[in-house]
């Protein structure tokens, strides 16, 4: 079982910036495709981001594409949520997700169904 802590959350206004963190255990980053994720009340879980486990393969959402940028830092087993001109709807619960299987990615990284462990999450609210 891998785990993991998410980091990082908290209140910001529209335009602001938050770095979220993800810090593994159980498991390596180098082996392990890990996702964000986020949810709001009433909502089922949406895809935000993934960095595969081969490092190469990295994938965003629309809604935050050219905003968000993922990153790993290896040696602290730790992958990273970089949130810029951040926006009222980007208020959630932030999640970080991976599967057990290790050297795996499959084409349905946006989906929840896909991850086996998870976070707490951390909160973000952006004002407006």
């Known amino acids: 079982q891998v785990q993991l802590v998410e980091s990082g959350g908290g209140l910001v206004p529209a335009g602001g910036s938050l770095r979220l963190s993800c810090a593994v255990s159980?498991?390596?980053?180098?082996?392990?495709?890990v996702g964000w994720f986020r949810q709001v009340p009433g909502k089922e879980r949406e895809f935000v981001s993934v960095?595969?486990?081969?490092?190469?393969?990295?994938h965003y959402a629309d809604s935050v594409k050219g905003r968000f940028t993922i990153s790993r830092d290896n040696a602290a087993n730790t992958v990273y949520l970089q949130m810029s001109s951040l926006e009222p709807d980007d208020t959630g619960v932030y999640y970080c997700?991976?599967?057990?299987?290790?050297?795996?990615?499959?084409?349905?990284?946006?989906?929840?169904?896909?991850?086996?462990?998870w976070g707490q999450g951390t909160q973000v609210t952006v004002s407006s």
């Open positions: 960095i595969s486990w081969s490092g190469n393969r990295l």
């Open positions: 159980g498991g390596v980053v180098s082996s392990h495709t």
């Open positions: 997700g991976a599967p057990r299987r290790r050297f795996w990615f499959d084409e349905s990284y946006y989906t929840a169904g896909m991850y086996d462990d």
